[in-house]
């Protein structure tokens, strides 16, 4: 049909919430090692791998653990996502801005790429930024919404 424009949920309060909450459930990124082949699944709470057992590390365990120059980003992107979070709920007070829930999930989701693209340029190693794109979706369709209202 020509001329129709695509036709988005209206963006409630609990719709709100949910779309946002949700992009910490997708991984944020996929990351894989050439000579295993096996993903790594990094999410905003942690990362999960399957080698050699199915194996599961909280974000915190990683800042005790590791000296990788890719944990801070990680936890700066956790961060802008959980700031995001919380100015969604404001919604349920009539008191969110939209373009700041979008700033931060837009946020969340630059710097999560650059976790992921600085992990693919090591050698053997590959990084894709699953999680961006669902960021970035949530982010456009909240600012979307402000655009409409």
Known sequence: MAGTALRLPRATPVRVLVAVFSCGLVPWSVQTFADSGVPFLRFAWGGLSFTPVLYARTLIEYLALSGSPLVLPWVVATGCWVLAIASASLAFLDREDPRV???LLVL??????SVAVRF???PLRTGYPVGTLALWGVAAWRYRAWTRA
Do not use: L
């Open 101 to 103: 829930t979008a700033g």
């Open 120 to 122: 693919g340029i090591q």
């Open 108 to 113: 969340a989701g630059a710097v999560n790429a």
